[in-house]
C-alpha cells in the first residue's frame, strides 16, 4: 500500500495549522506502513494527533466567529468517532476496520484541506493580519 505524506498542494499558507497538517499526514502514513502488530500503536498516535488537531481548528473557529464553523466542526466530529471506532476495533484484533480507514483517509484530509481548511486558513491570516496592522 502506498502511504499518504505531506505534499505542497495541502499548504494553506497559515502556519500553525500547515505544521498540523505536515504532523497529521505523518501519522497517517504510519498507521498506513505499520504491520498489524503496530497498528494499534499508530493508529492510537493518529487519534490523539487528530483529537488535538481538530479541537485547535475548533477552538480558532469558537474564538474568532467563523462562519461556517459548524459544518467543519461536524465533519471533525464525525471523522474522530470513525478513528476512534477503528482503535477499538484494532484493539480487538480486527486489523481490517483501520486498515479501510487508512487507505481512505488521505483522499478524505486532502478534499477537507483544500476546502473548509482552505476557508479557515484564510480567515486566520485575515485575523492575524488585522491584528498586527499599525493603526
Known amino acids: 500500500m502506498q502511504t499518504s505524506q505531506w505534499t505542497p498542494q495541502l499548504w494553506l499558507g497559515f502556519e500553525p495549522m500547515?505544521?498540523?497538517?505536515?504532523?497529521?499526514m505523518d501519522h497517517l502514513g504510519d498507521a498506513q506502513a505499520a504491520p498489524?502488530?503496530?497498528?494499534?500503536?499508530?493508529?492510537?498516535?493518529?487519534v490523539n494527533h487528530a483529537s488535538v488537531h481538530f479541537g485547535t481548528e475548533d477552538a480558532w473557529m469558537h474564538q474568532e466567529g467563523f462562519a461556517t464553523a459548524q459544518q467543519h466542526t461536524l465533519e471533525h466530529r464525525v471523522v474522530?468517532?470513525?478513528?476512534?471506532?477503528?482503535?477499538?476495533q484494532a484493539q480487538a484484533g480486527d486489523c481490517a476496520p483501520a486498515r479501510q480507514m487508512a487507505a481512505e483517509l488521505?483522499?478524505?484530509?486532502?478534499?477537507?484541506?483544500?476546502?473548509?481548511?482552505?476557508?479557515?486558513?484564510?480567515?486566520?491570516?485575515?485575523?492575524?493580519?488585522?491584528?498586527?496592522?499599525?493603526?
Open 36 to 46: 498489524d502488530a503496530a497498528l494499534v500503536q499508530t493508529w492510537q498516535a493518529l
Open 18 to 24: 500547515d505544521a498540523m497538517n505536515r504532523e497529521f
Open 80 to 88: 474522530l468517532n470513525l478513528l476512534r471506532e477503528g482503535l477499538c
Open 106 to 135: 488521505g483522499a478524505w484530509f486532502s478534499r477537507h484541506t483544500q476546502s473548509l481548511d482552505a476557508a479557515l486558513a484564510l480567515h486566520m491570516r485575515r485575523v492575524n493580519a488585522s491584528r498586527t496592522a499599525p493603526a
